[in-house]
């Protein structure tokens, strides 16, 4: 079964950068949708960046110009890098991919991450 792995959370102050990772754990037929959630810390989930099959990028207003969403194909790996972070940017960060597999029957899973960490504060 398909799954991702993340990496690169952590704490930074204000005006800090953290690049997020999300790693597949086999390579897959096609991605129909991938993207980039979080939840704040009582708060419900909320989108953060979706790319869709198009490739037409969506970023929530709070993070255009700071966030870049992008994805190497060798490395299997999406990334989020995050630029002039905010305190509100503080929340559980969550990867999501929408994939088609490989084999005899092409089969479609959403994958989640795990959820990884970011706060920002002084």
């Known amino acids: 079964q398909v799954h991702v792995v993340e990496s690169g959370g952590g704490s930074v102050q204000p005006g800090g950068s953290l690049r997020l990772s999300c790693t597949l754990s086999?390579?897959?037929?096609?991605?129909?949708?991938m993207g980039w959630y979080r939840q704040p810390p009582g708060k419900d989930r909320e989108e953060v960046v979706v790319?869709?099959?198009?490739?037409?990028?969506k970023y929530a207003d709070s993070v255009k110009g700071r966030f870049t969403i992008s994805r190497n194909n060798d490395e299997n790996t999406m990334y989020l890098q995050m630029n002039n972070l905010k305190p509100e940017d503080t929340a559980v960060y969550y990867c999501?991919?929408?994939?088609?597999?490989?084999?005899?029957?092409?089969?479609?899973?959403?994958?989640w991450g795990q959820g990884i960490q970011v706060t920002v504060s002084a």
């Open positions: 999501r991919h929408g994939v088609v597999t490989h084999g005899p029957v092409h089969k479609s899973a959403e994958v």
């Open positions: 086999e390579r897959i037929f096609s991605i129909y949708r």
């Open positions: 790319v869709d099959g198009g490739g037409n990028t």
